[in-house]
């Protein structure tokens, strides 16, 4: 490996990869390839934009020409596949980019990395694609894919394109799985930043049904090195799953945030659940561990470390809380609210 294209590599888990890998891979070029949507953001890249060995080019994974000439440009051997939509709630109330992002994009994306000769294609993916999980049990990477939102069957769709230009055309893939992930420059859309920054300003928290869908929760910083792992040392054609086991639910994670901002219970609103919400996650990640990896993040600390840096980096946030976010919010929440049991 030496040119490794990072798609999506302005987003939230995609710039804390480019930041790991620029910090420790000196001998490595990263080129990052973002449309700049919503969530991406050129700020979650400020601290490595002077290196010598970063480049950021503008371009979207589902435009042929973006893809090609990029790939030729910099003579990429490796690609890091980020690029996706990625939030459920947005995946319901307009599926259409979900499928043209996270499908068709990887398609394009795929064909193209073939065709320049690459070494090998790593396909950032997520727990969610397993579906709903039965208390006591745990997925792991040869379970069946029962995705149950749009979003999640997105990327399922996605793995499975994997696969097929594995078998069809011998690519070289990985594919990572991570289980619910949260730190510092995550789009405020996602429960943990939505939660902090709406509790910050004091306003209510909605919170969807009784809040008792659980989920595994992994720092940003260790879901990063897992697919660095993975990307290095991963078996061709593997699945590695990525996970925090921490084990936590929404209305527990919501308390203790506020517990952290010492500010009143009285602000959860527990609002009519969205469709399809499944209720819990859980993985196994033996095999991610046999190639070395550990999670290093205590999650009370790394809770407690993001709140700070959200109460502390108001001027990443705050300008992101207008427009779209605006709009969405009010498509997402308003009648939620007026119907809430507070």
Known sequence: MKNILVTGGAGFIGSAFVRQMIARHPELNIIVLDLLTYAG?????????????????????AS?????????????????NFAAESHVDR???????????????????????????????????????????APGAFSVEDDPMLPNSPYSASKAGAELLVRAWRVTHGLDTVITRGSNTFGPYQYPE??????????????????????????????????????????????SGRVYNIAGEHQARNVEVTHQILDLLERPASLVRHVPDREGHDLRYAMRCERLKALGWQCEHNFEEAAA????????????WRPIKSGDWRDWYQRQYADRLAAADG
């Open 91 to 133: 995946s319901i109330l307009e599926p259409d980019a979900f499928i043209r992002s996270n499908t068709l994009g990887v398609n394009v994306l795929l064909d193209e990395a073939c065709r320049a000769g690459i070494g090998r294609f790593l396909q950032v993916s997520t727990d969610e694609v397993y579906g709903d999980v």
């Open 305 to 316: 470390s993001t709140v700070r840096w959200y109460q502390e980096n108001e001027w990443w």
């Open 64 to 80: 042929r020409s973006d893809c090609a000439v990029v790939l030729k440009e910099y003579a990429i051997d490796t690609v890091v």
């Open 190 to 235: 996602k429960l943990m930043p939505f939660f902090i920054t709406e509790a910050i300003d004091g306003r209510p928290l909605p919170l969807y049904g009784d809040g008792q869908q659980q989920r595994d929760w992994l720092y940003v910083d260790d879901h990063a090195r897992g697919i660095a792992c993975a990307l290095f040392h991963g078996e």
């Open 41 to 61: 953001n050129l700020n979650n890249l400020l601290a490595v934009s002077d290196e010598p060995n970063y480049r950021f080019v503008q371009g979207d994974i």
